[in-house]
């Protein structure tokens, strides 16, 4: 092996494996919209935002930090919808901001697998409430228990301080999929509605973010976003590589060469032209006239006869004479040309195919 081409086997391999390392080491973030209002998908929640602003409510997208709610100066409601079921972890400052008075709604809190129906209609003050799910919130008493039946509770709260904590087992309580049923839009609507309190929906947690928080963080454009993932000491490594073929002055980067232009057979267009007009206008007569006197022309040669057509019977004297067997099968290929009549596609063919064989016999004779 060359050692040019070495060197270009070794630099496709590198790239092959750069790339790959890329894709797996890259977040995967195809669950990250589940949940989102500004997803359209059956589990956004696309349709209940709209709803609720349909309804004149003050529900606005929450795309900053969570320590930022502590600058409210009135009391908050954030919903938070997990893009998966999730155990609920509760920091320190978290808890804190809850106990002063504010409320946080999280839906999609993993609990135990009960003995449930995996599809229920639950009995609400908004109307029956449709709920996909097994997982149930047990040992609760009733006054916690918001939503539920005898299997345990789906929706439940819990006091903190001068604030509270609502948990749903199901991250689908309102999303865009339950849009026939809104009796699940109204119970949603009516559980974040909280007097007085500014009302959140947390964007946060699925990625979307304010500008200014964009460029706190360096990411408020193209090359500050690339610089911090993994795609960016790939694409160095990449345009090193690339440096490195061009000095090398490989060959693909060489001038381009130019093809030669293929000849074109004019007989041989003329006849494919011709026969695809006579193959549409369906004039199997016509090239039975001129094959037919071509083949008998080539067969006469092959039998010493000279080059001018010979009548029918003479030209099947010939034949007998020369090769010792009747000329019934010369005869009806003969009769064929000389009736001068259009036959199918499929005659045709097997008109040919005679010619064919008498030619091959006319050959060894």
Request: positive net charge; charged residues 25%.
């Amino acid at each position: 092996m060359k050692s040019s081409n070495r060197l270009v086997w070794l630099i496709a391999i590198a790239l092959v494996v750069i790339i790959l390392l890329t894709l797996i080491a890259a977040p995967s973030g195809s669950k990250i919209n589940s949940g989102s209002t500004y997803s359209r998908a059956p589990d956004g929640y696309g349709a209940w935002y709209a709803f609720m602003q349909d309804r004149g409510s003050t529900i606005k997208r929450w795309q900053k930090p969570f320590q930022e709610l502590k600058t409210q100066k009135r009391p908050v409601t954030l919903l938070q919808i997990y893009s998966q079921l999730s155990e609920p972890i509760f920091l320190s400052e978290e808890r804190e901001w809850v106990k002063a008075g504010n409320t946080l709604i999280i839906l999609g809190v993993r609990e135990r697998v009960s003995a449930a129906e995996f599809s229920t209609m639950q009995k609400s003050p908004s109307g029956d409430v449709k709920i996909e799910t097994r997982r149930r919130k047990s040992s609760l008493s009733k006054d916690k228990i918001s939503l539920g039946d005898r299997f345990g509770a789906v929706v439940w709260e819990e006091k903190q301080g001068n604030g509270k904590v609502i948990f749903s087992t199901t991250p689908y309580l309102a999303a865009n999929a339950y849009q026939d049923y809104l009796s699940n839009f109204q119970y949603l609507a009516d559980l974040v509605n909280q007097k007085g309190n500014l009302l959140f929906v947390d964007e946060y947690i699925h990625g979307h973010k304010d500008a200014d928080v964009r460029k706190s963080e360096g990411r408020d454009d193209i090359f500050s976003y690339l610089a911090q993932t993994p795609l960016f000491p790939a694409l160095i490594q990449i345009g090193v590589l690339l440096t490195v073929l061009v000095w090398a002055k490989n060959r693909r980067f060489d001038t381009l060469a130019t093809l030669d232009t293929p000849k074109l057979d004019n007989s041989t267009a003329y006849i494919q032209a011709l026969a695809a007009v006579l193959q549409k206008a369906e004039s199997t007569d016509f090239a039975i006239e001129m094959v037919g006197k071509e083949e008998q022309l080539q067969l006469q040669k092959a039998l010493g006869l000279g080059s001018e057509l010979l009548d029918r019977q003479t030209l099947i004297n010939a034949w007998q004479q020369q090769t010792g067997t009747t000329g019934a099968e010369l005869n009806a290929v003969l009769q064929q040309q000389y009736r001068k009549r259009r036959i199918s596609e499929r005659e045709l063919i097997g008109w040919l195919q005679k010619w064919q064989t008498l030619r091959m016999k006319g050959n060894r004779k």
